[in-house]
């Protein structure tokens, strides 16, 4: 297993636009969350899955923000009709075990809005 | 809504010298710490944890120190190396959501 992977890395879109970000967690990996990072800031805490249930979302996580984990395994973050305020490194981590347990992040997909 | 914060930005040491980055966070409830390195272009990179039944950890040159009294955790680096400099975040787990502090810049002086 090579690690939390993301796709793509990086991601151009019209403001508008509808755009699916993909992760794909370490295998037998529990819990998968989702963040996103401004430049300068520290990561924001956007929502997470138990396996295939979402059991948490921030506030953050306005209504044209979606994710899913159908299968328990990856995971995908829609945002519908894009912003340019939603221009940022989206990071996605999966963790073994219920709680408490070291998150592993992938590299993130670095999304532009113009 | 939580607050886990830095108390310096930035942070410069000459290499060979111990480092210290001091964080601040507000949910007492929180029972687990973790600190991360984050390197530019790359996600956030695991060092060190801490729950919150312990008041110190050690890793390999890092030490994790945690006074729930006062709410305040703190990363020392022994015998900074220059690759060592990056971002390192704070960042406090209350069971449902994950809080990351802004981040202390550190650079390491060769």
């Known amino acids: 297993d090579t690690g939390v992977s993301q796709n793509p890395r990086h991601k151009i879109t019209k403001r508008g636009q509808n755009v699916t970000f993909r992760c794909d967690p370490i295998s037998e990996h529990n819990r998968l969350y989702w963040y996103r990072q401004t430049l300068g800031q520290g990561p924001e805490f956007l929502t997470y899955f138990q396996n295939e249930a979402q059991l948490e979302k921030s506030r953050l996580l306005s209504d044209r923000f979606s994710a899913e984990r159908p299968k328990g395994s990856f995971s995908t973050l829609e945002i519908q009709r894009t912003e340019q305020g939603d221009s940022a490194m989206y990071l996605c981590a999966s963790s073994e075990g219920l709680a408490n347990y070291e998150q592993y992040f992938g590299p993130g997909t670095r999304l532009t809005v113009t | 809504g939580e607050s886990v914060g830095l108390h310096l930005p930035t942070l410069s040491v000459q290499e060979g010298d111990n480092s210290i980055i001091n964080c601040a966070y507000s949910n007492s409830a929180s029972d687990y710490f973790i600190w991360y390195k984050q390197e530019s272009g790359k996600g956030p990179q695991f060092i060190i944890d801490i729950r919150s039944n312990m008041d110190k950890r050690q890793g390999q040159r890092v030490t994790v120190l945690l006074n729930k009294t006062v709410k305040h955790l703190s990363l020392q680096i022994a015998a900074t190396q220059p690759g060592d400099s990056a971002v390192y975040f704070c960042?406090?787990?209350?069971?449902?959501?994950?809080?990351f502090g802004t981040g202390t810049s550190l650079t390491v002086i060769p």
């Open positions: 960042a406090e787990d209350t069971g449902n959501q994950f809080y």
